[in-house]
Structures are given as C-alpha cells and as structure tokens.
C-alpha cells in the first residue's frame, strides 16, 4: 500500500507530514515509556535492555515479510503492512517508529513509496494501523479469558481489521488531496475489497509470529504484559481437575506470567535475525510479481495516471535489486539482505537512543 509521488497533491502531503512528525514526536516519548516498562524477568535484565534490540529486530523483520507479496486475488498480491504486529510485540509507540523506520528505508534506498508522501504513507501504513491494531487487541483482551490463546486470537483480529482501516484512511486522504478525477464510491469500494482479503494474510502472519514468541519468550511480548498465571491442573482417570491455589497477599496485584523462558534473548534476536534475512534473500524471489492491493486499484481506476517519478529511482538498490547485477535472484537477495541490514542497524540506533534518553530522567 506505498502510495507514490503524485497521488495526493501537495497541501495534503505537507499536511500528513506535519501529522506523521507530530505522532513520531509522542511515538518517541511513549517508547520511552514502553521500553521502561517491563520488570525484571527471568534473565534479570531490565526491560529496556531487552525490548530496545527486539524492536529494532521487529522492524527488520517487517521490512523482509514485505518483500513476500502474497496472491490475494486474480492479478492482485498483498503484503504485510506490519503495524498490528509491532504494537503487540513491541507496543504502540514503538510499533509506530518501527513501521516508520521501514518506510523511511524503503523510500530512500529502494525507491518504494514517494518521498514526498512520506508523510501520507506513514499516517496510513504506521499510524493508522497501529492505533487501530492495538485498540481492538486491547478491547478483546478485557473481554477474553485470559490467556495466551487468547492473545493469538486477539492479535489475529486485530491485524485482520488494521489493513482495511488502512484502506480508509486512504480513501479519505484521497478524497481530500486525490489529483485524478475518480470516482470516489469506485475507489473506496475497490480498496476495501481488495484489502479485507489482504488482511486475512496479515492476520494470519501476525497470529502466527506473536504466537511464537510467546511460546518461547511470553516476557518480551508487551501485549502479554499483566497476564495471570493460569492455575495448574492435573488430569485424574482423563479428567482435568483444578489443584487448589495457594493463599494470595491481601492487597497483592495479579501475579504476571512467570513461565521460566525457554530460549535466551541473545538466541531469540539471532534467530529472529537469520529467519529475515533468509526470508529477503531467498524467500522473497518466489514472491508474486502481481501489483499490490493500491497499485491495482490505481491501474484499474486510473489514479496512476499522475505518479511522478521517485527521486530515488537512480538509487543502486531502486526496485529491490542490485544495480549492475544481471541475476534476477542474486540482484533480489542481495537487495533484501542489504535492507534487512540497514533496517536494523537504523531501528536498533532508534530505540538504542530512546532508551538512552531515558536514563537521565529516571535519575
């Protein structure tokens, strides 16, 4: 859903830039919020001594699944968009500097998404997912047991509904600032359609990934936080019957999830690391070549008539290859590692620096 150079006019880009600097501003401040929030775990590290190189892995690891464009339709594909997951794993703050980290790479290296809509494209693809990801994952949360099941089905959800939200926010900014003469009902009915069956991808991608951190490392995921332990159960002649639970303080919170982790920290950013950069440099060429959800609705409608060319086109790296590289799949991984490493080397400096800054305040 990268909106190019051209789609919206000029006034409505400037003011979404306004609007995206504005929310990485508070993004930055609450980060430094959620960074700080998670107590003492298993390992004994402080939590932004833990969560600040996750979500610098986050963001790289959004940026390789979205070289993965998954069929949705005839002649159409869908990619993660990657807000949903960062909010669960991270948190919403940081799941906004995340996305915005990988827009940013994207944008500048790889000459995918304009310059000039950067701010468009990280209203709709970072905010907008975010803030709607985390408020319905958190809605659910209230209202189902508490568990980890019910975090993979609240995730699933959540990402699910965050990709058409997006696909309305971009509507209305079309609606605003569009430079083509299209029929807005032609618009708005061809961008949700197509984005709610995108968003089944997303969903499943999401609940999959927050499913398996949790399994091995619950501690680290920030929508598992305040989670009460589950009271043990012993099966009898193939019955499960509750064992009594031990006397409680009277004053005390809900115990947090106290399950010994089964992987270290150290192993879990290695593997998540190798995972994104098998996924960009090898996976990613067995992707479908079919245009995405947006840029199908804007050949079919004619909204593309307008895209100026990126300034970025001459970048060695333009359309996720290798300039001078004449092997399609060497040209393709070697882009996707390049960027896998780039997004996070720049995410880790990020969160690097917001949990820095946060040190001489709590002193």
Known sequence: MHVPDGFINAPVSAATGVVAACAIAVSLRGARRELAGTALAGDGEPGGERTAPLAGLVAAFIFAVQMLNFPVAAGTSGHLLGGALAAILVGPCAGVLCVS??????????????????????????IVTTVVAYGVFRGLLKVLPRGRRSITGAAFVAALLSVPAAAVAFTLLYAIGGTTDVSLGKVATAMIGVHL????????????????????????????????????RLRVDGELIDLPAAPAAPAADPEPVAAAPRTSRRALWITGLVTSLVLAGFVSFYASANPDGLEKVAADHGIDKTVEEHASADSPLADYGVKD???????????????????????????????????????
Not at 109 to 122: E, K, Q, R, S, Y
């Open 197 to 232: 069956l995108i968003g089944i991808g997303e969903a499943v991608i999401t609940a999959l990934t927050v499913g398996a951190v949790i399994a091995v490392r619950p501690d680290l995921v920030y929508g598992a936080r305040g989670l009460t332990r589950q009271r043990l």
């Open 325 to 363: 590289v004449g092997d399609a799949r060497l040209s393709g991984g070697l882009a996707g590692v390049i960027g896998v490493g780039a997004t996070v080397v720049a995410g880790s400096a990020v969160f690097w620096a917001v949990r820095r800054r946060r040190a001489p305040e709590a002193s």
């Open 101 to 126: 980290v990988v827009l940013l790479m994207q944008g500048i290296l790889f000459a995918d998404g304009g310059l000039t809509a950067l701010g468009v494209n990280i209203t709709d693809m970072a």
